[in-house]
């Protein structure tokens, strides 16, 4: 009889192309968004924004490779690549001069693919630095205090995003341990049975 337990739903199981998707998104738009609005900039903060952004394309390769290998990428690895995003996006707002920055946006996709694919205590830690970043910055620069309250909704909508991806993901989590479990229990259910109804042989005389 196997009495192994049933595999748990870990977190990070499945975390790699949910990453892999979210940061091509920020590629992309990010690389449209700096070539269509180039004139409103200098020439040296649109080639730094492109050079990072190029760097997140080139690590975002690297994740592509382990899932083409078939191979699960350390979770230290994909840690570091998120707490990299925040960095570079935080890098980018400051360069383009803090609450004036469009760039904001690509906070959303960033945190939704971290609300997916990592466990609550880490999801929470990530959204309270980058809320404490973002708003420190922006109270910098704020124009005037009209704008505490478009600063209040786009954090608002920041931890809409985190929480209500959180908790798609721990639904899905749930359904499918309930899953294994099901499947589990009808495998310990059924081995008892096929070990019964097993034929038994005996050997015939020679005649």
């Known amino acids: 009889m196997n009495t192994s337990k049933p595999a748990s739903v870990s977190p990070l199981a ?10 091509w998104v920020l590629v992309v738009t990010s690389l449209f968004l700096i070539l269509a609005d180039t004139k409103s900039v200098s020439f040296n903060v649109t080639r730094f924004e492109i050079f990072v952004v190029l760097l997140l394309a080139v690590s975002n390769f690297y994740l592509v490779a382990q899932v083409i290998t078939k191979r699960k990428t350390l979770d230290l690895v994909i840690y570091g690549m998120s707490v990299a995003d925040l960095i570079v996006i935080t890098g980018v707002i400051i360069a383009q001069g803090g609450f004036g920055s469009n760039v904001y946006t690509y906070y959303f996709p960033a945190m939704l693919a971290f609300s997916l694919a990592f466990p609550m205590l880490e999801l929470y830690l990530y959204l309270t630095v980058t809320v404490g970043l973002y708003s420190i910055i922006c109270l ?6 009209d704008d505490i309250q478009t600063l209040i909704i786009r954090v608002l909508m920041l931890i809409a995003i985190a929480v209500c991806g959180n908790h798609f993901a721990q639904l899905e ?5 309930a899953i294994l479990r099901a499947q589990f229990g009808a495998q310990q259910a059924g081995e008892p049975q096929s070990a019964i109804a097993a034929p038994v ?3 015939r005389p020679l005649v």
Not at 140 to 145: M, P, R
Request: glycine residues 4%; positive net charge.
């Open 14 to 23: 499945d975390s790699q192309m949910v990453i892999i998707i979210a940061r």
């Open 140 to 145: 910098f620069t704020l124009g005037n205090t």
């Open 173 to 177: 989590r749930n359904r499918r341990s």
């Open 201 to 203: 042989t005996t050997a």
